[in-house]
């Protein structure tokens, strides 16, 4: 057996009938003897062990439940001990009764490609009554507070429809609060806009005694505009030698112009005791 090299190599069949040598046998993981390719399954060469971890499962006629067969123990004993604890007849009817759709006259047997639960009230339909309309469906769940809110809608509506002396009185009543909000509002808008004139007339009548005086001729103006405008007008060409825009600061407390800054800050010190606000 083997060659002068490898002397191991091979081992002969352990069926008695065969006895081939075989340079790569296979050994069984049950009775863990050495066969040839021909015998290297269970049924080939009879293993007595090769039953051991098979699953062998019996459907019971009783309760359909499915009962697992020990290989180490008696089936009968097996049996018994099911029929005393586990089976339950009444789950026959449940295990071997195939659902079908509820929609009435439709025969349609629900399995796991053709059922479709509907997401408004989650019951299993075939796949030609999936949609609402086709199962008459009733539709969502309405939530608590939808029915509140309905609920009170309603109860407005009932009494608003059942006419009486207290609504009546309401409607009145509030119609008269509205009435005299409304001459409120109007009478504060008058109010608001006759003060706005009076502020208006006392300001414009203010400014009517200030007298503004040219920095450069000494010319006098009754308003601050009008000595811009003179300004730009007569001493225009001074403005074009000097390549530059007379610039006249107006005092904010009198209105009066001054030309250089420095004699605006000494104006307000000296008139206004060192105030400049309006």
């Not at 071997?96 to 796991?112: G, H, I, M, Y």
């Not at 199962?135 to 309603?154: E, Q, V, W, Y």
């Not at 000494?218 to 007569?234: G, M, P, Y």
Request: net charge positive; charged share 25%; hydrophobic share 25%.
């Amino acid at each position: 057996m083997g060659t002068p090299e490898f002397p191991d190599l091979g081992k002969h069949c352990s069926v008695d009938v065969c006895k081939q040598i075989d340079f790569l046998p296979f050994t069984c993981d049950r009775c863990l003897q050495v066969f040839c390719l021909d015998h290297r399954s269970y049924m080939k060469h009879s293993c007595p062990k090769g039953d051991r971890e098979d699953v062998t499962v019996v459907i019971c006629p009783l309760c359909a439940k499915g009962v697992r067969l020990n290989p180490n123990e008696d089936p009968n004993i097996t049996w018994e001990k099911h029929v005393n604890t586990d089976c339950d007849p009444s789950n026959y009817e449940k295990a071997t009764k195939k659902k079908k759709c509820p929609v009435p006259r439709c025969k349609e047997q629900l399995t796991f490609s053709n059922t479709i639960k509907c997401r408004d009230c989650n019951i299993d339909h075939c796949l030609k009554h999936r949609f609402g309309p086709d199962h008459t469906c009733p539709g969502p769940r309405k939530l608590p507070f939808m029915g509140f809110l309905s609920s009170g809608t309603s109860r407005k509506e009932a009494k608003t429809a059942r006419p009486n002396k207290a609504s009546a009185s309401t409607s009145s009543s509030s119609s008269s609060r509205w009435s005299n909000l409304l001459s409120s509002a109007e009478a504060g808008i008058s109010r608001l806009g006759n003060d706005i004139s009076q502020k208006l007339q006392f300001s414009s009548s203010s400014n009517d005694g200030i007298i503004e005086i040219c920095p450069q001729c000494n010319a006098k103006f009754s308003s601050v505009t009008t000595l811009v405008e003179h300004v730009e007008k007569t001493h225009e060409r001074n403005k074009i030698q000097s390549h530059g825009k007379v610039t006249i600061d107006v005092c904010p407390k009198c209105s009066r112009g001054f030309r250089d800054p420095v004699d605006l800050v000494n104006h307000i010190e000296r008139d206004h005791r060192g105030t400049s606000n309006a």
